[in-house]
């Protein structure tokens, strides 16, 4: 495929395969995070990733949502803790539940 290693990663941990992502994607993921200087530099691969995983199908394909979640988890868990902290992808988490959350039944009805 065209894309650089960076966005072949993402595009594999976040594939629409109904099987686990490999285990060296997100390696590879949490490297590049845990191999940046700098905090901008951190956040600015943070940002970048969590840019990627919004224009992942994630409103239409629940096997990709899912693995979009499980990614986000295992980065806020095992990344850079000061990065995540000040760029926690709400815009991503609200686009999914925007997508996914069906609201609850009537229950005076």
């Given amino acids: 495929s ?3 290693p960076k966005n072949r990663c993402v595009a594999k941990a976040t594939n629409k395969r109904v099987e686990g992502a490999k ?3 997100y390696r590879t993921i949490l ?3 845990w191999g940046k200087e700098t905090a901008q530099q951190c956040r600015e691969a943070y940002q970048w990733l969590f840019d990627r995983l919004m224009i992942r199908p994630i409103t239409s394909d629940p096997v990709v ?8 988890h295992k980065v806020c ?3 850079p803790l000061e990065a ?6 709400i815009n991503l988490l609200d686009k999914i539940h925007g997508a996914w959350m069906e609201p609850f039944p009537d229950s005076s009805s």
Avoid: A, H, R, S
Wanted: charged letters at 15%; a neutral charge.
């Fill in 2 to 4: 065209g894309l650089d």
């Fill in 77 to 79: 868990q095992q990344g």
């Fill in 65 to 72: 949502t899912l693995k979009v979640l499980l990614l986000v």
């Fill in 31 to 33: 490297i590049e995070l």
């Fill in 84 to 89: 995540v902290m000040q760029n926690l992808p």
């Fill in 23 to 25: 285990p060296k994607y």
